[in-house]
């Protein structure tokens, strides 16, 4: 059974740090893409941050540039992003995404979200 699941969410305080994980089971994350999105309430879910499957190249939206990074270790079957100087603004649920082909049929796999508050 296919599975992605995040985990790693909680409370912290403004300009703290916290790590995000996104464990898959099911199928192996080395040929897919890994992003990481995140919805806050009343708003649209927006990309945060991307881990290609070939090359890894990654990339980030401006307003988390040089705070996050996203990564992936293959041999755990788990991607990762890394939260530094988080901002009230943050705050949202975080969904790990995985694209790629398997079976030669395109894949496009979801978590159920991990909730991320950032407050004093």
């Given at each position: 059974q296919v599975q992605?699941?995040?985990?790693g969410g909680g409370l912290?305080?403004?300009?703290?740090?916290?790590?995000?994980?996104?464990?898959?089971?099911?199928?192996?994350?080395?040929?897919?893409?890994?992003?990481?999105?995140?919805?806050?309430?009343?708003?649209?879910r927006e990309l945060v941050a991307s881990l290609t499957s070939?090359?890894?190249s990654t990339s980030y939206a401006d307003?988390?540039?040089?705070?996050?990074?996203?990564?992936?270790?293959?041999?755990?079957n788990t991607a990762y992003l890394q939260m530094n100087s988080l901002k009230p603004e943050d705050t949202a649920v975080y969904f790990c995404n995985a694209r790629g082909v398997r079976a030669?049929?395109?894949?496009?796999?979801?978590?159920?979200?991990?909730?991320?508050?950032?407050s004093s």
């Open positions: 992605v699941v995040e985990s912290v305080q403004p300009g703290g740090s916290l790590r995000l994980s996104c464990a898959a089971s099911g199928f192996t994350f080395s040929g897919y893409a890994v992003s990481w999105y995140r919805q806050a309430p009343g708003k649209e070939v090359f890894g307003s988390v540039k040089g705070r996050f990074a996203i990564s992936k270790d293959n041999a755990k030669g049929i395109p894949r496009d796999y979801w978590g159920q979200g991990t909730q991320v508050t950032v």
